[in-house]
């Protein structure tokens, strides 16, 4: 099973900061990466898919980056509405998994 | 407008069993796999299963209920199902159904989720 840790846990930002979170695969996943928004109560939105496009409607502040194992989902300046929990998927073997997510909260 | 609607869930005692069902609705059901994912309270995303689509002859399961969750799908009736056999207190959760935007890539539509209580 591939395992994915996303570093920090929790990351306390203002409206406007520049976010960097961080996705690494205990094995190679290729470019085979997803990122998903997940805010209280709600399902997960999917924002990424293939380490870096953008998925429909997704806002350009977003931005995915990286390949094998190593790999970074960016917010250019956050807005009051990314204050959520940010989760990464791997989608090259069976079984899928996420990471354990990453808190962006409001400094 | 692209749309998944899940139901079946409740409270259940230990070693019960209970399905769970998605609706879809907007798009073409059949040509698209479905997965199953769980949220157990206050803990992030699970995984659960996969079914691909329009046969839906390959399925997949997290090792957590292999042998015990049975994933499968209706498409003339664009529905998803998960039956849950011998339910343990771990597997309480939010079970959201969601859909593949292609194979290998993310799930771009997600239902609002059902929840499963398993206890005594």
């Known amino acids: 099973e591939i395992v994915l840790t996303q570093s920090p846990a929790t990351l306390s930002l203002s409206p406007g900061e520049r976010a960097t979170l961080s996705c690494r695969a205990s094995q190679s996943v290729s470019s085979y990466l997803a990122w998903y928004q997940q805010k209280p109560g709600q399902a997960p939105r999917l924002l990424i898919y293939?380490?870096?496009d953008r998925a429909t409607g997704i806002p350009a502040r977003f931005s995915g980056s990286g390949s094998g194992t190593d790999f970074t989902l960016t917010i250019s300046s956050l807005e009051p509405e990314d204050f959520a929990v940010y989760y990464c998927?791997?989608?090259?073997?069976?079984?899928?998994?996420f990471g354990g997510g990453t808190k962006v909260e409001i400094k | 407008e692209m749309q998944l609607l899940e139901s079946g869930g409740g409270l259940i005692q230990p070693g019960g069993s209970l399905r769970l069902s998605c609706a879809a609705s907007?798009?073409?059901?059949?040509?698209?796999?479905m997965s199953w994912v769980r949220q157990a309270p206050g803990k992030g995303l699970e995984w659960v299963s996969i079914?691909?689509?329009?046969?839906?002859?390959?399925?997949f399961y997290a090792d957590s209920v292999k042998g015990r969750f049975t994933i499968s799908r209706d498409n003339s009736k664009n529905t998803l199902h998960l039956q849950m056999d011998s339910l343990r207190a771990e597997d309480t959760a939010v079970y959201y159904c969601a859909k593949d935007l292609s194979p290998g890539r993310g799930m771009d539509v997600w239902g609002q989720g059902t929840t499963v209580t398993v206890s005594s």
């Open positions: 907007g798009f073409t059901f059949s040509n698209y796999a």
């Open positions: 079914i691909g689509g329009h046969t839906g002859g390959s399925t």
């Open positions: 998927q791997q989608r090259i073997n069976w079984p899928l998994t």
């Open positions: 293939d380490a870096s």
